[in-house]
């Protein structure tokens, strides 16, 4: 398990979850998840379907309660308070929008509940929907509106009640993909127009990584990494964090020497790549577990030349498959020690056109190299065999990795 | 078949094929429906010239009409009470039982709503004839009422006198209310069972609870139901005659028991082809206001 929390939270915690475990049965959904949401954060929860992500949502919601463990809205234990007594809101997947009650009388629903005066009513109904941008279909029925139109809808019915925390279930889900890039857009000016705490479920990595301030990376019902979406995809916590977010070269390694003293950016270390050689890479947790490690490789950060590259940290290769994808072209070159390699590459006119069969070198930057323990990923989506003791073995001097500044926005 | 005719008689055929699907059905409702109902209109307004003339004349004799409510006033009154209660009673008991077996059944729902249904591989003449003897003078059902003190309680209420519940207005309304509870319960359940129960974590979510819930989205989403339920209740209990033959007593003889004894005993033809055509035009202008009331007219 190798869930850290990052660094300091700017503001109020919001929403925490102390140890907090849900089983359905003898199924774990949610096993000891340790979360703090801070006031105005956009915090996404992300992993594979059945990761454990929407019962963590449905738990702060109060759909589920925690079989063990504290969950704390606001620093009150709410664990055993049913959901209409919680001041969060929902926007569910499929919107569940009410069907027999127009716009309005959705939007309102929240605040008639709670007895708010009929003309504070139509002022704020009325204003969420300005906030929206949907004014003028107030008196239709859910049925008679667009899917982005029911989105906005769902979006008005939870945030006109002014929760401390908005809870998103994969909102966008059901939309096609240009909607859904300019709802993503949407959702981040609403939040920050209103300044409101935001938690979003998505399996989409693409979606937690464009709008999120911070994601909790999910697998099996434990939390494999709690970072900034920059620590995330450059400083994977594990091998399913890295192959999870975006794509990876995942190849099996053995430290060969390890540094005198902690470096910036973490521990930087000489690594014996099988079927590569000896590579430098960053350790991405310190300290290592024991246990194997995968040398990581983004394939956008390998550089394609015809001739061995004067600067950086290269390897020969035979090129072997040759993909085109849109704005790159995907490139895979074997090593002769028979490790696999995929690239990256934005084709211009004056670069090397890689053509199956042709020997090229593949080059990289030797600080996009690094290193990730393979023990917590599922082995089916491993190269190798894994699963190791979840002991740890300091790998140089215990102490917290300093971290560039200004990465985080 | 179809290759004999050729290829290009094809698209002809398309356009006659809707009329050749509706046939069937316009000529049985023509032939049993429509011809008869002409027929009981003619006779409705016919009548016997003397005591012996078999077969009445048609000679629009509007007295029939005015008739039914001079001499059968009570009786059509007291159908549509019955036919009410029983359609109160069976909405309050089935509405739980229908919600209660669409929310929670799960695995069981099928079973559960098959249960309901049980009670028709009996015959009704025959379900209604086992009352008499259920609630048979001195039977135990009786006793037990009058041990509870609940005799006492329903002869104030008026809904039956002397010491005993057969041959009285609440045991005709009982009967009625049994017979139709499952035409209640299946219209709701098919209703509830429809809903999204993520709804009801919408609404739980909107800080509703339980009994808002119920009364907020539930109910008015469930009113499609209600509606087929109460028209499935109330219409044919207001025409039935078999209860009121069985269970009740001179001071509860309904409007089917009159129409009844019109038809086959006094072979009154134009005075029973009055009350029905009568009933007809009250039970669908009841119906029009019924779906105006509950607004299902978008819904349904």
């Given at each position: 398990m190798h869930a850290q929390e990052s660094r300091g939270i700017d503001g109020n915690p919001v929403i925490q979850f102390e140890q907090v475990s849900k089983a359905f049965g003898s199924l774990a959904a949610v096993h000891e998840t340790d979360l703090t949401i801070a006031e105005g954060e956009f915090f996404s929860l992300l992993g594979p379907s059945g990761c454990g992500k929407t019962t963590t949502l449905r738990m702060i919601a109060g759909f589920e309660r925690p079989t063990s463990g504290r969950i704390r809205l606001d620093g009150v234990e709410v664990s055993t308070v049913p959901p209409y007594r919680r001041n969060v809101n929902t926007v569910f997947q499929q919107y569940a929008l009410f069907p027999h009650l127009s716009v309005f009388d959705n939007v309102a629903f929240g605040l008639r509940s709670s007895r708010t005066p009929a003309a504070e009513v139509r002022d704020r109904v009325e204003e969420m929907l300005a906030v929206v941008r949907l004014?003028?279909?107030?008196?239709?029925?859910?049925?008679?509106?667009?899917g982005g139109q029911q989105q906005r809808v769902a979006l008005a019915r939870a945030l006109v009640n002014r929760p401390r925390a908005l809870l998103l279930d994969e909102p966008l889900g059901a939309l096609d993909l240009k909607l859904r890039e300019s709802m993503q857009a949407e959702l981040k000016r609403i939040q920050g127009e209103l300044g409101s705490t935001f938690v979003y479920v998505t399996h989409d990595q693409g979606e937690a990584l464009t709008m999120s301030d911070r994601i909790a990376v999910m697998h099996r019902g434990r939390t494999e990494q709690i970072g900034t979406p920059q620590d995330i995809y450059h400083r994977p916590a594990s091998a399913f964090v890295a192959s999870f977010i975006g794509n990876a070269n995942l190849l099996r390694a053995q430290v060969v020497e390890r540094a005198p003293a902690p470096q910036p950016g973490g521990a930087r270390l000489v690594v014996e790549v099988s079927g590569l050689g000896r590579y430098p890479a960053t350790a991405t947790v310190d300290p290592l577990p024991a246990g194997p490690l995968l040398f990581m490789l983004r394939p956008e950060a390998i550089v394609i030349t015809e001739d061995e590259p004067a600067q950086g940290v290269a390897v020969a290769v035979t090129i072997t498959e040759v993909t085109f994808a849109g704005a790159t072209l995907r490139c895979a070159g074997r090593s002769d020690g028979g490790a696999t390699l995929d690239a990256a590459i934005v084709p211009t006119a004056v670069g090397a056109r890689p053509q199956p069969g042709t020997r090229m070198w593949m080059s990289w930057q030797h600080e996009a190299a690094r290193l990730v323990p393979a023990d917590s990923a599922p082995a089916e989506d491993l190269p190798a065999g894994t699963g190791a003791a979840p002991t740890r073995v300091p790998l140089?001097?215990?102490?917290?990795p300093a971290r560039p500044a200004g990465e985080r926005n | 078949m179809a290759e004999r005719d050729g290829g290009h008689r094809r698209p002809n055929r398309g356009r006659l094929a809707p009329y050749g699907l509706l046939a069937p059905g316009i000529i049985w409702l023509t032939l049993f429906f429509l011809v008869p109902l002409a027929s009981l209109a003619r006779m409705s307004l016919s009548s016997k010239q003397s005591r012996f003339d078999f077969v009445p004349s048609f000679s629009w004799d509007w007295a029939n009409y005015s008739d039914v409510f001079s001499l059968y006033g009570t009786q059509l009154a007291r159908s549509f009470g019955f036919a009410l209660a029983a359609t109160v009673l069976c909405l309050l008991i089935g509405y739980p039982l229908a919600y209660w077996v669409a929310v929670h059944g799960g695995r069981w729902r099928n079973v559960l709503i098959g249960l309901v249904v049980v009670p028709f591989f009996t015959s009704f003449l025959l379900r209604t004839i086992s009352w008499t003897v259920l609630l048979a003078d001195n039977g135990t059902v009786v006793q037990a009422a009058r041990w509870a003190g609940l005799l006492r309680v329903l002869r104030a209420a008026g809904l039956i006198d002397g010491d005993r519940l057969l041959d009285t207005p609440l045991a005709v309304i009982g009967g009625l209310t049994y017979n139709f509870l499952p035409f209640m319960i299946l219209p709701i359940y098919v209703s509830l069972e429809k809903i999204d129960l993520r709804l009801l974590d919408a609404a739980a979510d909107l800080y509703a609870s339980g009994t808002s819930t119920l009364r907020r989205v539930v109910f008015p989403l469930s009113l499609p139901g209600v509606f087929a339920g109460s028209l499935l209740t109330f219409i044919p209990a207001s025409g039935d005659f078999v209860n009121a033959a069985f269970l009740g007593g001179t001071r509860s003889r309904m409007i089917g028991n009159v129409v009844q004894d019109r038809f086959l005993?006094?072979?009154d033809y134009p005075g029973a082809a009055a009350i029905s055509l009568l009933m007809m035009a009250i039970i669908t202008s009841a119906v029009l206001l019924y779906a105006k009331l509950l607004g299902t007219a978008e819904l349904a």
């Open positions: 004014p003028d279909v107030s008196l239709r029925k859910p049925n008679q509106l667009s140089t001097t215990p102490t917290t | 005993v006094q072979l």
